[in-house]
């Protein structure tokens, strides 16, 4: 809020308020230079931008684009945090997840900032009978572990309340999650599994350890599927829904059956749709909650991981800064639990050095940004504000269509559900081809002289059920190929860029030329005469003014000594001798893959 000096004095109070509609005169005259005569509403929708779920991102908001109180934090409807004091006593939960019986690095992790651990056991992970030699040296009164088992839940919580029995940790004492969730295992891996018996490990709990949850609602695999943000949101409230079902239906009461899920859900770089999703997440939540009768126990809790979708394996440096601003999202988005991966997860298991800065990138913005000192630091932002609102119906109109299909169990085996991702998938991976979605060191600045980062390969995940995506995925595929005809021959693809002109006619479209074809792992030669290069495939790049003048006498001439084919940076025009064009918004990924097609790399 603003404060007014001690003499009232207001700055701006001798200046007139300005209309919304005088702002959207104001824009329309401005595009009106760009070309665009457009008024109104229009002018200010010239400016706004796309995203899923059928969400716009407008430029303004004011205090006209109104959205529900979000209430109180600690309080129903719960947007503003799950519990009153959020995260502000000791940050939010700094969790590691670990893979492999490596009982070193969990205690390295542990000693340096780790709160609580992640870890998968069974087939893809560690042995249920490895659980005692991966915790030795594990105060397990201190610090929380979070078992994702898939199948072998049963087991490997035996093995863990076991453990928690031989060490002398008092029921009241133990903290964490036993990770039972039938949906998500199914989800993966195509396989059920009976939920009776996780049903009973929550009674369990529940009488028992008041300090353990028995059932996760992971919505991590619908996100890794390519599921848009309200895709994940409805398949957790339906997973969450199904699981309140199960329980109740077990003898639970509603509010004990709550207390027994945690939600886990996907932050990624794009800071603000990942607080309006998280936000979103307990508003949604508490609603059920209201309906089945428990308005009170309807605080969800989140656990975030970093998105393994926005992961890349080339140039893997730049995940450090994809992963700290989707922590920082995570953070201020309130959520309670957050999994920071390692910059080389893609590439395998992780060292000591990515497994130190996954965990400092928490530390720091925790620590030194003091992040989690205020609850819900986005809450009050217009913007924030309603696109949490229509994030929330549009992730509600989701689980009403799962539930329309009879619930999450029966979305999967239909494979309605895995047809609506990949429909979500294939508009996103549009506009990755595109390049309308940059990723940074794959499809923009790529360097294709980079050492590749070799790391240990990690256990096969679970598979069989919905796919796992990756943003890097159609130009990882073109490397690949460059790679291997690097490694067969000596040598990379080559394409020869022709400047025409000085350079500054030519060196924006040279540049732009350059980091398109890297793209596709095709090395562009600028120096020599094309003769010289060793390519047969040549790209224009000057101004359109020159092209008029030299393009066609120049292709003609590139033609004639061996050039197989011409292309032109630069929007689609009558050129003769030209055989393609290259521009912002053509299909990048169509174009490379037929350049290494002609050029016999396969």
């Known amino acids: 809020m603003t404060v007014l000096p001690d003499d009232g004095l207001e700055p701006a109070g001798e200046f007139p308020d300005v209309t919304h509609e005088q702002w959207q005169h104001l824009v329309a005259g401005v595009l009106r230079k760009a070309g665009k005569d457009v008024e109104g509403d229009a002018a200010e929708e010239a400016l706004s931008t796309a995203l899923e779920d059928g969400l716009r991102t407008r430029p303004l908001y004011t205090a006209r684009d109104g959205a529900p109180e979000p209430g109180l934090p600690g309080f129903a409807p719960f947007v503003r945090g799950g519990r009153p004091e959020g995260n502000t006593v000791g940050g939010w939960d700094v969790r590691q997840r670990h893979s492999t019986a490596d009982g070193g690095a969990v205690l390295a992790d542990l000693e340096n900032g780790v709160t609580s651990l992640w870890l998968t056991v069974g087939e893809d992970g560690i042995p249920v009978s490895s659980l005692d030699r991966v915790l030795d040296g594990v105060f397990l009164d201190l610090a929380p572990v979070v078992l994702d088992a898939g ?57 028992e350890y008041p300090g353990l949850r028995a059932f996760t609602v992971d919505a991590l695999p619908y996100h890794e599927a390519g599921g848009s943000a309200a895709q994940e949101l409805g398949c957790s409230l339906a997973t969450g829904v199904a699981y309140l079902r199960a329980l109740t239906e077990a003898g639970m009461g509603v509010e004990q059956a709550c207390a027994q899920l945690e939600f886990r859900y996907a932050a990624t770089a794009d800071q603000f749709l990942t607080i309006a999703k998280l936000r979103a997440a307990r508003r949604l939540w508490a609603r059920v909650a209201e309906v089945c009768g428990a308005p009170a126990a309807g605080g969800q809790t989140q ?85 949490t609102d229509e994030l929330a119906q549009a992730g509600w109109e989701f689980f009403q269509w799962i539930e329309q299909l009879g619930g999450q169990a029966s979305a999967l085996r239909s494979q309605r559900l895995g047809q609506e991702l990949a429909r979500t998938w294939e508009a996103r991976s549009a506009k ?37 995506v990756r943003r890097d ?17 000596g040598s990379r693809p080559r394409i020869f860029l022709a400047a025409i002109g000085p350079a500054a006619a030519h060196t924006a479209r040279l540049t732009f030329a350059s980091n398109l074809f890297q793209a596709g792992g095709v090395e562009p030669v600028t120096e020599g005469t094309f003769a010289e290069s060793g390519a047969t ?11 008029e003048e030299r393009a066609e006498d120049l292709a003609a001439e590139l033609r004639a000594a061996g050039a197989a084919h011409v292309f ?26 037929s350049t290494l097609d002609r050029m016999g790399v396969s």
């Open 151 to 207: 199948a072998d839940v049963e087991a490997a919580a035996e093995e863990l309340l076991r453990l928690y029995a031989e060490r002398g940790v008092a029921p009241e004492a133990a903290r964490g999650n036993l990770g039972a969730d039938p949906l998500g295992h199914e989800a993966r891996t195509g396989q059920t599994f009976d939920i009776t018996p996780a049903a009973g490990l929550a009674r369990r709990c529940a009488e």
């Open 432 to 468: 990755l081809a595109k390049r309308r979605e940059p990723v940074t060191g794959v499809s923009e600045f790529p360097f294709l002289a980079e050492k590749p980062v070799v790391r240990e390969a990690a256990p096969e995940p679970r598979s069989g059920g919905l796919p796992r």
């Open 473 to 489: 995925e159609a130009y990882e595929a073109l490397r690949a190929r460059s790679d291997a005809h690097l490694a067969a021959t």
């Open 537 to 547: 495939e040549v790209c224009l790049c000057s101004s359109d003014a020159l092209y």
């Open 568 to 593: 032109l940076a630069g929007r689609p025009g009558q050129h003769a001798g030209v055989d393609g064009y290259v521009f912002a918004g053509c299909d990048a990924v169509s174009v490379l893959s």
């Open 303 to 387: 656990h975030a991981v970093t998105s393994p979708v926005m992961m890349t394996r080339r140039d893997p440096w730049v995940n450090m800064l994809r992963t700290t601003v989707a922590t920082l999202a995570a953070g201020a988005g309130g959520a309670d639990s957050v999994t920071v991966l390692p910059f080389d997860d893609a590439l395998g298991l992780p060292d000591a050095f990515a497994r130190r800065i996954a965990r400092n990138t928490s530390t720091i913005l925790i620590e030194e940004s003091h992040l989690s000192r205020v609850i819900d630091p986005a809450g009050g932002s217009w913007y924030v504000e309603r696109l």
